[in-house]
Every structure is written in structure tokens, then in C-alpha cells.
């Protein structure tokens, strides 16, 4: 079983708090919009890191990381990117990748909208963590853990920062 802590939108805002409540993770996963190479470096000093480049992402990130990142996790086929829609409403760049890849969880931000939902229509639990940062309108920083055991993600977590 994995315990990942997954984030997204951080804008180059740090917070000591993403390192309180993803102590005991196994990964982080950062959905893009990280603003700062310094972010990646805090967060892995937790624990290792998986992310994707944003649309706000410089060159020195998007040498780093791709737009999409694909790969399995126990027994659990993941999917990440940064402007991925959601069930319904999936991003065109995305949207033909997903129904023919089918993962079982796809993780994305851009929105700053926290929204956990399943589509039932491909079998696949989607995750935006909405927007652990301070640039944008939303009122509330948000984090998301779960659990990965084989192929089953439970024990999900919604994380309120409050300043």
C-alpha cells in the first residue's frame, strides 16, 4: 500500500504546512502550476516527487517535466496532467488521450476547484486537488492524500489550509 499526497497550483508559494501533512507519504504528486524549481526541491525533501509543467511553468520546469505523465503505482494505472477538465468536460488536448488510455485514477488541476469524481463511463476516479497556493480567486488552499492498495484508492483526504 502507497499513501500519496497530491497537490497542485502552489504558484511559487511554499507553505510549511504541505510538509506537515504529507509527512508519512510514500510520494507527491504536483499537478502543475508550480511556479518555482524550489517547490520540487521542499517537496522532495519529504518524500520522492512526481509532477507535471503547468501553463504557468517556465522553461526551467517544463525541461523537467512533461505535460502528461503516465505510469502505474501497485496495480493502479495513473494518469497526470495540469489542464485536464473533469468527467464530462475533459480538456479537448486530453480528452481522446483518456477514453483510449483509460486510466484508473487521472489527477489534474489548472482549475483551483478541489473536485474528486468518478467516471463511471471509462471506470476512473478523477482528482483535482484545487489550488494549495495564494495566486487566484479561491478562498481556500486545498490538498488532497489517498491511498493506493493494488488497484484500490481509499482512505481519501481532504486537507483545508487556513492562514
Sequence with gaps: MKRIGIISDTHSWWDEKYAHHFAGCDEIW???DIGSPL?????ENICPVRAVCGNIDGNDLKLRFNRILRFKIEECNVMITHIG?????????IRAYIYNE????FVAGHS???KVMYDKSIDCLHVNPGAAGKQGWQHVRTLIKLSIDGKQIKDLEIIELHD
Aim: charged share 20%; glycine share 12%.
Design 30 to 32: 504536483h499537478a502543475g
Design 39 to 43: 517547490i520540487i526541491k521542499h517537496l
Design 112 to 114: 483551483h476547484i478541489l
Design 85 to 93: 477538465g473533469y468527467p464530462g468536460k475533459y480538456a479537448p488536448e
Design 102 to 105: 483509460k486510466p484508473d485514477l
